[in-house]
């Protein structure tokens, strides 16, 4: 049963600036755990399914919903153990990217969502990528914002990480500091970008105090040990693009330094068609970008 929590403004008081459809905030069962969601825009518009990122949330998409829900029915919801959703404890949960799709998967029937295109960013990728090879036919387009489906897209950042994957035991204090620290999640919204003031320094503190709260580096810690399981798969989601020829779009900010610049071209080698943006963004383009990728959003679709 859906539950709706609260509504926003989530317009400017003058102008002509306001969209038509306020953003709900909602919360449904799914396999007896609450998913928190966002919505906003028409029930009968064309619908984007709104795939989050380490350590963020659907909070992330907020700038979309607020420039696109004139045109299109925006969902973006919280993975387990993140943001507003239930928090399971790892005993009794597997904190893995195929529970993920399928939750999510879940999520989308329950909601009756018949066909829809996916933005994925960062974990969105995988989860969104196992959920295209499971329903292809739900799927109407990609839009891909600093995920990574090719090996050499992990950057040198990731030498720490393939360490913990290979010795979880002697690895994961390291790996806690390399991926949970507030240096760590700092980085990761303003990365290399020679701009910082840009940045609300909110978005890392907001976040760093998430990944604080009790039971977090445990949760987080399964979730990217099992993160292996997606390097494994990168070959099938390769053959899956070049077979299907999706329609795709990709967005890269380019300050990001959780992974190599090499990735956007290597999407458009398995897709010749996608079109490809390059973006004066970080990892979390929507960051500072938000106007300029509404916009592509609006010319693609």
């Given at each position: 049963m859906t539950t709706l929590m609260a509504a926003a403004a989530g317009s400017t008081a003058l102008g002509d600036t306001r969209l038509p459809y306020r953003t709900a905030y909602r919360s449904i069962d799914i396999d007896r755990l609450s998913i928190f969601y966002r919505e906003a825009g028409p029930r009968d518009a064309p619908v984007l399914l709104l795939l989050h990122g380490l350590p963020s949330s659907s909070?992330?998409?907020?700038?979309?919903?607020?420039?696109?829900?004139?045109?299109?029915?925006?969902?973006?919801?919280?993975?387990?153990?993140?943001?507003?959703?239930?928090?399971?404890?790892?005993?009794?949960?597997?904190?893995?990217?195929?529970?993920?799709?399928?939750?999510?998967?879940?999520?989308?029937?329950?909601?009756?969502?018949?066909?829809?295109?996916?933005?994925?960013?960062?974990?969105?990728?995988?989860?969104?990528?196992?959920?295209?090879?499971?329903?292809?036919?739900?799927?109407?387009?990609?839009?891909?914002?600093?995920?990574?489906?090719?090996?050499?897209?992990?950057?040198?950042?990731?030498?720490?990480?393939?360490?913990?994957?290979?010795d979880r035991a002697a690895n994961e204090s390291a790996l806690r500091a390399n991926l949970l620290s507030l240096a760590a999640t700092r980085t990761r919204h303003v990365g290399s970008d020679p701009n910082p003031e840009r940045y609300d320094l909110d978005l890392w503190n907001d976040e760093f105090n998430f990944l604080n709260q009790p039971g977090q580096a445990a949760i987080q810690s399964d979730l990217f040990y099992d993160y292996r399981t997606n390097v494994e798969a990168y070959p099938k989601w390769q053959a899956w693009l070049r077979r299907n020829q999706p329609r795709l779009l990709v967005l890269w900010g380019k300050y990001d330094m959780s992974f190599d610049r090499s990735e956007p071209e290597a999407y458009r080698r398995d897709v010749p068609n996608a079109e490809v943006h390059v973006l004066n963004a970080g990892h979390f383009a929507l960051d500072t970008a938000s106007d300029e990728i509404a916009a592509l959003i609006r010319a693609f679709q």
């Amino acid at each position: 049963m859906t539950t709706l929590m609260a509504a926003a403004a989530g317009s400017t008081a003058l102008g002509d600036t306001r969209l038509p459809y306020r953003t709900a905030y909602r919360s449904i069962d799914i396999d007896r755990l609450s998913i928190f969601y966002r919505e906003a825009g028409p029930r009968d518009a064309p619908v984007l399914l709104l795939l989050h990122g380490l350590p963020s949330s659907s909070r992330m998409f907020e700038p979309l919903l607020s420039r696109l829900s004139d045109r299109y029915h925006l969902i973006a919801p919280d993975y387990p153990g993140f943001g507003h959703s239930s928090w399971p404890n790892p005993r009794d949960f597997a904190y893995t990217f195929d529970r993920y799709a399928e939750i999510m998967t879940r999520f989308t029937e329950a909601l009756s969502l018949q066909r829809y295109t996916l933005y994925v960013q960062d974990y969105g990728g995988p989860v969104g990528f196992r959920m295209a090879l499971s329903h292809q036919d739900r799927i109407e387009a990609i839009i891909v914002q600093n995920a990574v489906a090719h090996n050499p897209g992990l950057g040198a950042n990731w030498e720490t990480r393939r360490a913990f994957w290979a010795d979880r035991a002697a690895n994961e204090s390291a790996l806690r500091a390399n991926l949970l620290s507030l240096a760590a999640t700092r980085t990761r919204h303003v990365g290399s970008d020679p701009n910082p003031e840009r940045y609300d320094l909110d978005l890392w503190n907001d976040e760093f105090n998430f990944l604080n709260q009790p039971g977090q580096a445990a949760i987080q810690s399964d979730l990217f040990y099992d993160y292996r399981t997606n390097v494994e798969a990168y070959p099938k989601w390769q053959a899956w693009l070049r077979r299907n020829q999706p329609r795709l779009l990709v967005l890269w900010g380019k300050y990001d330094m959780s992974f190599d610049r090499s990735e956007p071209e290597a999407y458009r080698r398995d897709v010749p068609n996608a079109e490809v943006h390059v973006l004066n963004a970080g990892h979390f383009a929507l960051d500072t970008a938000s106007d300029e990728i509404a916009a592509l959003i609006r010319a693609f679709q």
